[in-house]
């Protein structure tokens, strides 16, 4: 997987057109969106006319203003080079989703009649448009589910070739335009017109063209400009010194030390970070719908996670018979497996499993017993089977205990048969069952023809692993709190067993929006995941809302991302990403601004040499020659910001060790590492140029 | 080097550290209207001039109004402190007989009184009359002191406070500092003063005859209140033209030792109100720390290249460190110390000629000024201005850690960036420009009076110390003329404002903010990795502004020296 990432920043098929892009990129309009690079394109055509006057009058020495010149326009166009290369990424990524939208024929329905249908261009359709969606069709524009049930081909977007289930109602209404109706027929109401669908944003997001400048790159640039402001004043002052010391300096070499100083590295590549950052997302499958929502990612301080799916496994599970006393553990499981034979919901296999494993009770045919599945519903919340004149239930404590007592009204009124709700056993069972829901399991009575036996324990399992992750996250600075629609009793157990921070029981939407509010009035960050319509309030009240694919319009709609392979977990690598992000710039500031230090030690000594020959003693890295000095100092320049494409396309790793361990680290390595690196690059580059006798 | 010269050195450390922690108490005390020993006396006072203002304790501004009502009282000083000058000839306790100070030289007396700098293109004994310097210079070294001091504080308000629109009253804030901090330890200090024998007269000035039998004029006045607050406020600017050099400003060591201390005293202090009013006395004790880093490094560069002597002279036989224009009752340490305190605290009270420094000896101060007077600083200035060094490490370095930069719970984003870069960039543009401009003028050049390096770092010396509102002066430069008078004003004011103006906009950006509880996810700044951190920044940004134009001056002259070749 890493070797693919590596490969896929040297393709050739990205790198060779971005040399085309650098070129097509010195179009002025588009250097003015980034101040630096801006200023040294200014420089560089003031200097490439100063080559030609000298070139037509003579004078000067060319071979040397020569390769300043070429230098300078090569450090634009190494800039240019590193935004092409970022942004190639994303367009191979956009072409292929373009395929997706090839020109469709949508079936436009008129009336309530599907019979009644014309046949229109897919670019046609309005919002509030109803088309009718059979099998083999694309779907024409994005658009919610109003009748039918289908399965559906979402692999242009999501790249997963797995069908997935679109129905009416529900939190699985979403379909998205270009993706493919499988099976079935569906009716769907449009709800975006043509080029504004999801996959035109997703393509506009992926190509850059929709980028701008987040809150923290706009400081950034601040700061940047301001370093060059300084820059201009402490180098454009310098020829009157020069002059008091009855000197002159000629304005190339003031160029070239004007060029090395100026932030030029993070400059280079500051639109890159973004644009990798943004790519970086995309290829974990989560569409961020703006730059700001990836820079608000890793300033999160408190991450709202579902239980169900992120936490503990989607599934409860079997895993102890609890009979009542006189009832074997033998009893109690055959009549549950009995009762969930035919009961095909995971916590229902869960029970038939557990039996066979530990009590060996094998399967046995449905049919042959005549049998008769009672399936779930709302309002009994039990489940069983009839046979043979004996009834089995299973079901939430409380419901199958009224089952009971209605039962007995039942048989009082009429028939003979002896059920009598016994106090102390249904006291038994109450008691097991808060036992169970302490430990953080969910009780599920089973009763046989009003008899109690006993109490199924099924239980969360909690992801393997998961406990790390959110001790991680806690060094990270990040508190994580546990929503789930468990009573808080439960709730607690998981909580403690999963090492989530903090937990909000029996959620409901309200306390949901409000325990964000209150989070958000702290001053904190909150970012939070969601699919169902309900859970829309809370993902735009979010500052990072997660909106699962698989969910309805109004939560893609309300959350700033929507993760498309629908993996509450992301959240966290969205998370790291979001840090990445800010880290790589940050580190590249430090470091362009420390390289610095070695550049004037290049430059000053030959700069004044002519003059104030004693300066020379501050050449310390003993470049041979004034023209080598200043040569090297600007190749250097230009070099380093091809040589920090990789870095910035990978991103600075993140580790959770704690913010001053990880501020020591970097300091060490870009702050440092930004002061000698370019010593040594310039004295190597220096021996290089004399050798080859260019100065 | 000696023994002896380090002693002195750190006692003065020590008791300056040992103030920081009392004084720092009784200054939030003061800032946040609680009853402090004082209270009996002043508070009547205090609620007598709010009265009279119309004004009271509860009002509070947001930063405009604060800014407005700052530079309203300022403008007012300056003409106040203008037309004084202008008339002092008309004006009663004249003994003396000044005339009208022209007026190119009165503008550049009241900017530079006015903001703190204390720039004296004259020489106070033979130009001022009593009344200018009582009524004038010495109440504008009060209220100036007491200026940067209110700014700092609603500075400070800006981080401790969260959520609100105000960030302070202008007129309560300055009346506080003046009433509570500034008047009643200049008494104390102008009583110790006249013990140590500093004049304190309105009596006309002193005919005695020397042994030789020449008439000689001794000059006298009210000296020993100005000293109190010259040094206290961070002015620095003398009675006598010799400064602190002269005998009767600066008779003694312990005089000396004083006025050292008294010079840091209020900016240290403030270091532990900012930890006190945010909350963690260890956020001031950080940054006092990365003061005393930067100081400590200047004062062991400029101790060492002074002592160590030019070894021209050591070629002569002549052994020993370089004495030349120190005063022989203060030594080579106690000048090198004095000359390192007064340009980190932009005081500007010189007890050497720091003209006759060695060029490395001379560099330190410079580069101290150059920084932008942030290690201790002048009352207030200092402060805010290392606050705004805060601002831009906090930025770079918060990004490195992953998160939208923060310091103390506040988000440093665009806004406060930019008004910290403003700040910062100020300071070069004064600096370097106006001297790149002076050194190609052939009238301006010839005010300097050595050739070459030397006469180069004269006229750097002259526009760094006026753009930093240090006000001390490198001596040689003939300041007086038409074209030093206003070009040094100019600097002189933008040093000031536009400093000042970015500071609040930073402070009324900050208090509106929300704080935002510390996580494990925000570096800690009260540690030691803030601290160099702090440093770093302090020194790369200041060092790549100023490199060049250092190396050309005295860096060169250095160099030149070693191969034997001075200016």
């Not at chain 2, 006395?281 to 003061?291: D, K, L, S, V």
Request: charge should be neutral; proline fraction near 4%; charged fraction near 15%.
């Amino acid at each position: 997987m890493s070797q693919s990432k590596t490969t896929s920043i040297l393709d050739a098929r990205i790198l060779i057109p971005a040399i085309g892009d650098a070129f097509r990129k010195l179009n002025p309009k588009t250097l003015a969106r980034n101040p630096v690079m801006f200023v040294v394109a200014v420089v560089s055509a003031l200097t490439t006319f100063l080559l030609v006057r000298d070139l037509i009058a003579g004078g000067g020495n060319i071979g040397f203003s020569f390769q300043i010149v070429v230098w300078l326009w090569l450090t634009v166009l190494f800039a240019n080079f590193a935004e092409a290369v970022a942004e190639g990424r994303g367009k191979a990524q956009a072409e292929s989703l373009r395929r997706t939208r090839t020109e469709t024929q949508a079936k436009l329905l008129k009336g309530d009649d599907i019979r009644n249908v014309k046949i229109v261009p897919g670019t046609s359709l309005k919002v509030g448009d109803v088309v009718l969606v059979e099998a083999g069709d694309i779907i024409p524009s994005d658009g919610e589910v109003i009748e039918g049930v289908a399965s559906v081909n979402e692999a242009a977007i999501t790249g997963e070739s797995a069908p997935v289930i679109r129905e009416s109602g529900g939190d699985r209404s979403a379909v998205t335009g270009g993706t493919q109706v499988l099976s079935d027929w569906i009716r769907v109401r449009i709800t975006a017109a043509s080029g504004s669908t999801f996959i035109d944003r997703m393509i506009a997001l992926v190509e850059g063209a929709e980028r701008q400048k987040t809150p923290n790159e706009i400081a950034l640039n601040i700061l940047l400009a301001g370093m060059t402001l300084i820059f201009v004043l402490a180098t454009a002052t310098i020829p009157s010194f020069a002059t008091y010391a009855g000197g002159y300096i000629p304005v190339l070499i003031l160029v070239a030390l004007f060029v090395t100083l100026i932030p030029t590295t993070i400059g280079a590549l500051l639109s890159a970070i973004g644009i990798a950052g943004m790519d970086r997302l995309v290829r974990f499958n989560v569409l961020a719908m703006s730059g700001r929502a990836v820079e608000a990612a890793g300033d999160v301080d408190t991450l709202l996670l579902d239980k169900t799916g992120t936490i503990t496994l989607g599934n409860r599970q079997a895993t102890e018979f609890k009979p009542v006393r006189g009832v074997t553990e033998q009893e109690l499981a055959d009549a549950a497996q009995l009762a969930s034979l035919a009961d095909e919901t995971p916590e229902g296999r869960s029970i038939v499993v557990l039996a066979k494993e530990k009590y060996g009770i094998r399967a046995r045919d449905m049919a042959s017993l005549h049998a008769n599945f009672v399936p779930f519903t709302a309002q009994s919340r039990m489940s069983g089977v009839d046979f043979d004149g004996s009834s089995i239930r299973k079901g939430a404590v409380d419901a199958v205990l009224q089952h009971i007592d209605r039962a007995a009204v039942a048989t009082a009124n009429g028939t003979a048969s002896v059920i009598v709700r016994e106090p102390q056993v249904a006291r038994e069972v109450q008691a097991i069952a808060d036992e169970i829901a302490k430990a953080g399991g969910t009780p599920l009575a089973v009763v046989k023809d009003g008899r109690l036996l006993g109490v199924v324990h099924l239980k969360d399992i909690v992801k393997g692993g998961i406990k790390e992750r959110f001790a991680e996250l806690r060094r990270m600075g990040i508190r994580t709190v546990m929503i789930t629609g468990d009573n808080p009793m439960t709730a607690a157990a998981i909580a403690a067993e999963a090492g989530v921070d903090d937990f909000l029981a029996q959620a409901t939407p309200e306390n949901k929006l409000s325990l964000i509010r209150e989070e958000q009035a702290k001053g904190k960050l909150v970012a939070m995941c969601g699919d169902g319509t309900n859970d829309a309030p809370a993902l735009a009240q979010a500052d990072v809302g997660v909106a699962m694919n698989t969910g309805t319009v109004a939560a893609r709609e309300a959350g700033n991302m929507v993760d498309l392979d629908s993996d509450p977990t992301k959240l966290i690598e969205i998370v790291e990403i979001g840090k990445q992000l800010l880290m790589t710039r940050g580190a590249l500031t430090t470091f362009s601004i420390a390289n610095d230090v070695a550049k004037y030690f290049a430059i000053i000594p030959a700069m004044f040499l002519a003059f104030y020959p004693q300066l020379g003693a501050l050449n310390i890295m003993g470049l041979q020659t004034p023209e080598s000095a200043i040569l090297s100092a600007i190749i250097f320049n230009a070099l380093i910001i091809v040589a920090l494409i990789p870095l910035s396309l990978k991103g600075v790793k993140y580790r959770p060790i704690g913010a001053g361990a990880l501020l020591s680290r970097n300091l060490l390595v870009y702050g440092l590492g930004g002061i000698i690196v370019p010593f040594i690059g310039i004295k190597l580059i220096d021996v290089v140029l004399t050798t080859l006798g260019l100065a | 080097m000696t023994i002896n010269g380090w002693i002195q050195i750190l006692v003065f450390c020590g008791i300056v550290a040992l103030l920081v922690k009392p004084l720092g108490g009784y200054m939030t005390r003061v800032f946040g209207g609680e009853r402090t020993l004082l209270s009996w006396i002043f508070a009547p006072v205090e609620r007598g001039l709010y009265a009279l203002a119309g004004t009271s304790e509860r009002e509070e501004q947001h930063w405009t109004t604060y800014a407005a009502a700052l530079l309203f009282f300022n403008l007012a000083g300056f003409l106040l402190l203008y037309l004084l000058q202008r008339f002092q000839g008309a004006l009663p306790f004249n003994p003396a007989g000044m005339t009208a100070v022209p007026p190119e030289l009165a503008f550049n007396t009241a900017a530079s009184f006015m903001t703190n700098t204390n720039w004296q293109n004259y020489g106070g004994e033979s130009t001022m009359s009593y009344l200018v310097q009582m009524a004038g210079l010495t109440v504008q070294n009060f209220v100036s002191a007491a200026t940067g001091i209110a700014i700092a504080i609603a500075l400070i308000r800006g981080f401790s406070r969260a959520s609100v629109k105000s960030i302070g009253n202008f007129w309560i804030d300055l009346t506080r500092v003046t009433l509570y901090i500034l008047l009643p330890l200049c008494v104390v200090l102008t009583l110790v003063y006249v013990y140590l024998g500093v004049p304190q007269t309105l009596g006309a000035y002193v005919e005695a005859t020397t042994l030789e039998g020449a008439q000689q004029t001794i000059a006298l006045g009210p000296v020993a209140s100005q000293i109190a607050i010259k040094m206290l406020g961070t002015n620095g600017g003398g009675f006598f033209n010799a400064n602190a050099a002269h005998p009767f400003e600066n008779p003694d060591a312990i005089s000396n030792l004083i006025q050292m201390v008294s010079i840091f005293a209020i900016g240290a202090a403030l270091t532990n109100v900012f930890g006190r009013m945010v909350g963690n006395e260890r956020q001031g004790w950080a940054i006092f720390a990365t003061m005393a880093v930067l100081f400590l490094a200047g004062v062991v560069v400029c101790y060492w290249a002074e002592a160590a002597g030019n070894p021209l002279v050591h070629a002569l036989g002549l052994e020993g460190g370089n004495m030349e224009g120190k005063e022989v009752r203060f030594g080579i340490s106690l000048s090198a110390l004095f000359a390192v305190i007064t340009t980190a605290a932009s005081c500007g009270a010189v007890n050497a000629m720091h003209d006759s420094f060695t060029a490395l000896g001379g560099l330190i101060p410079l580069i101290n000024m150059q920084l932008g007077e942030i290690i201790v600083g002048g009352v207030g200035a200092g402060f805010y201005g290392i606050l705004l060094f805060v601002v831009l490490a906090i930025f770079v370095a918060g990004l490195m850690v992953g998160r939208t930069p923060e310091y103390l719970g506040k988000k440093i984003e665009a806004k406060e960036v930019k008004m910290a870069v403003l700040a910062i960039l100020c300071l070069p543009l004064a600096m370097l420009v106006l001297t790149a401009i002076a050194v190609v003028l052939p009238d301006a050049v010839a005010s300097i009076a050595n050739p070459g390096p030397h006469g180069f770092s004269e006229i750097l010396y002259a526009y760094t110390s006026a753009a930093a509102n240090n006000g001390s002066a490198l001596g040689g430069l003939t300041g007086n003329t038409a074209w030093y008078n206003i070009t040094l004003g100019i600097a002189i004011l933008m040093g000031r404002f536009l400093v000042i103006i970015p500071a609040l906009a930073v402070a009324g950006s900050l208090v509106a903010k929300k704080t935002v509880p510390a996580s494990a996810g925000t570096f800690p700044t009260d540690g030691a990795l803030f601290v160099g951190l702090l440093s770093g920044v302090i020194l790369i940004v200041g060092g790549l502004t100023f490199f060049p134009v250092l190396a050309v001056g005295p860096i060169v002259e250095h160099l030149a020296m070693l191969l034997g070749q001075t200016f």
